[in-house]
Structures are given as structure tokens and as C-alpha cells.
């Protein structure tokens, strides 16, 4: 068995970037990070985790954008988040009808990562602010943790049941549980 990893998943719409309700983004030159994002990833990182980002790109399936337009969006914000390396961007294309296994809470994107990497799923996290980021998180046994920002206190009043691992305000706090969480493997 090589070494294992341990890992953070991000959602990106709404966790990473800000999310403008009803519209999906094609333009790179509209990445916006929210604020507590660069200093929580760079604690994480100094702490070990690899990043990656899964996404549900549906605007593809949709029709509205390309697959080449995501890769711009991708690519700028790689570079906005430096030092801050993200291992892989990976998404789902697909429009909601196609029943994908790629699109989340479908958790197909996120085994073939954990097998690629051998990534320690109990050593790991998923964090998103929406309902299907804490089912996917939990699909592949990793801790879940929902945000408040764009959909997050919706989708807690809505889904009473969800039970996130941990819900955090911003990124700042969630990065604060993972590290507290992460100390009780050392
Ligand atoms: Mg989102
Ligand atoms: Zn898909």
C-alpha cells in the first residue's frame, strides 16, 4: 500500500468564488475568490492537504458555454489563488436530465481522485455550500463541511436532516475545524 494523502475538496461556485444567483460563469475575467479563501488554503496547505476543486459545470450540458470557456475560468483562477497550488479541476458537463454518475452528489469524479492519489478518505474533506457537496463529501467517506455563503443557509433550513460534519461561516473557520480535526490523527 504507497502512502496515503489526505485531501480537501472544494466546491467551487459559492466556496471558492463568488456566485452571482441564476447566472453561471464563462468569463474569467469575473473570478472573484472570496476574501477568507487565500489565507485559509495557505494554512491548509502549510498543514500538508492536497487540494482539488470537483464542479458541476451543468451551463456545458446546458448549451450556454463551452468546455474551453471553463478551462479559461480554471486557469485564472489557478492564478489568483498562488501560492496555492490545486492538484486537479475536475467537473461534470452534463445538464441534470443526462443521470450522470459524474455530477455531485454523484460521487464517480471524487473515487477516481481517491484511486488516482491515494487519498485517505478519513483523513479528508469536502467543503461546499450546498446540499449535494455534504452528500458527495460523505459519499466517499470523507468529513463534510457546509458553508453559509452563497446556498449554504438555504440548503441548512431546507434539508434539516443534512447533519453536515461541521458548518462554518466562511473559509477561515472551516480551515480552523479541518486543522483541529487533522490533529487527531498526528
Ligand atoms: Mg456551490
Ligand atoms: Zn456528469
Known sequence: ?????????????????????????????????????????QKLQAAGFVFFIVSNQSGIGRGYFTEKEVRAVHARLQALLQPVTVKEIVFCPHSPDEKCACRKPGTLL?????????IDPARSFMVGDKKADVLFGRGLGFHSVLLTTANGKKHLQKYPDLKPDFVAKDMLCAARYILREDKKYA
Open 1 to 41: 500500500m504507497p502512502n496515503q494523502i489526505k485531501a480537501v475538496f472544494f466546491d467551487r461556485d459559492g466556496t471558492l468564488i463568488h456566485e452571482k444567483p441564476g447566472t453561471y460563469l464563462s468569463d474569467p475575467a469575473k473570478v472573484k475568490l472570496y476574501a477568507p479563501v487565500l489565507p485559509a488554503l
Open 110 to 118: 471524487g473515487e477516481q481522485l481517491v484511486r488516482k492519489y491515494h
